[in-house]
């Protein structure tokens, strides 16, 4: 039940779910605690947090220490082309969690990734093309009567800053990994219109911060952190860090985003628990007739294969929850729901 209650904290049970309520196992699980700074590895906290334009001097802050080559002096936020329509009439529209341009015309597409996803690279390559063609569609529709080719195409770059709350690149400390288009055997860059930052914050291994870290690894602390910290660690003195555990202060919120924020960090909590209580209440069921009752863990890897599935995969998909958790969670292998 320990693995559990340290991965998905907060269980409330679900009114008219008697099994639950009954169970006195679920005493042992505490109610969520909310605490003094709102988590931003939630994509919708992050938009609301470094998306704000009071807090835009933090998100100008990050961008100039991962890309300290642009110089970057000022950031104004593109908020009506945030959403980008997919040309596939099956596919899903792009919503980017924050884009914004700099006093030169670059562009800057900064997003937070909670769970893995199959094919991310691809992913994050297809979704970098949206804004190098409204460029080129803007450049179009201004000069129609005189249009000149060369100046179509003379557009600014754009970077596109992914904050992963996983590891791409296993067994390695490196955090941040920084990818453009080059050629293969001189490393001659080809151009410089398109760049991607990956900041893969679980590659951070340690649980405290020192004040000789990189920012990279400070950063990937205090994002990882923020939920359960009563206060900003004293290492990180920086303008920064310290504008950013400001701007992540719960009481700094409207009571409206207040209410907002307890409320869907206590539903996805329970939601989480309830699906996984339910699995091993099908497991045990199953799996233990003769009476001895294991616990969560081996309920759930005696359960109903399919029913673990389906709920691997939506653990997935909702961003809640990376594949390994899931894969832990479940006792299933990655291959055995990714794929299914």
């Not at 015309?105 to 297809?126: A, D, H, I, Y």
């Not at 249009?147 to 970077?159: I, L, N, T």
């Not at 996805?268 to 199953?286: F, M, P, Q, S, V």
Request: hydrophobic share 35%; aromatic share 10%; charged share 35%.
């Amino acid at each position: 039940m320990e693995f559990i209650k340290n991965i998905v904290t907060g269980y409330h049970p679900v009114e008219g779910s008697p099994a639950i309520l009954e169970d006195p196992r679920i005493k042992r699980i505490s109610r969520e605690t909310i605490v003094r700074y709102v988590d931003v590895i939630y994509d919708k906290w992050f938009k609301k947090i470094l998306g704000a334009e009071g807090n835009k001097d933090v998100l100008l802050d990050i961008l100039r220490e991962l890309i300290p080559e642009r110089k970057i002096v000022s950031i104004e936020y593109n908020r009506k082309q945030r959403r980008k329509q997919n040309p596939f009439m099956d596919g899903h529209d792009a919503c980017f969690d924050v884009e914004c341009v700099d006093h030169s015309g670059t562009r800057f597409v900064v997003e937070m990734q909670m769970s893995e996803q199959v094919n991310f690279p691809e992913r994050v390559l297809f979704y970098s093309t949206f804004p190098i063609q409204e460029q080129v569609v803007a450049e179009n529709k201004k000069n129609k009567r005189h249009r000149s080719h060369d100046k179509q195409f003379k557009y600014p770059p754009v970077y596109v800053v992914s904050f992963l709350n996983f590891s791409i690149h296993k067994d390695t400390d490196q955090i941040v990994f920084r990818y453009d288009l080059r050629e293969r055997d001189s490393g001659e860059q080809m151009t410089d219109r398109l760049n991607f930052i990956f900041l893969e914050m679980k590659n951070f291994h340690r649980d405290s911060i020192r004040a000789d870290d990189s920012f990279a690894e400070k950063l990937s602390f205090a994002l990882m952190h923020m939920k359960t910290l009563e206060e900003r660690p004293a290492v990180l003195v920086e303008r920064v860090f310290q504008r950013l555990f400001e701007a992540c202060e719960l009481q700094g919120l409207t009571k409206i985003e207040q209410t907002e924020y307890k409320k869907d960090i206590m539903t996805t909590k329970r939601d989480w628990e309830n699906i996984l209580y339910t699995a091993e209440l099908r497991g045990e069921e199953k799996g233990y007739k003769a009476g001895e009752v294991k616990g969560m863990e081996d309920g759930i890897k005696k359960g109903e294969r399919t029913a673990l599935i389906r709920v691997a995969k939506k653990m997935v998909v909702s961003g809640d929850f990376s594949v390994e958790q899931a894969s832990k969670l479940t006792g299933l292998a990655p291959n055995e729901f990714l794929d299914s």
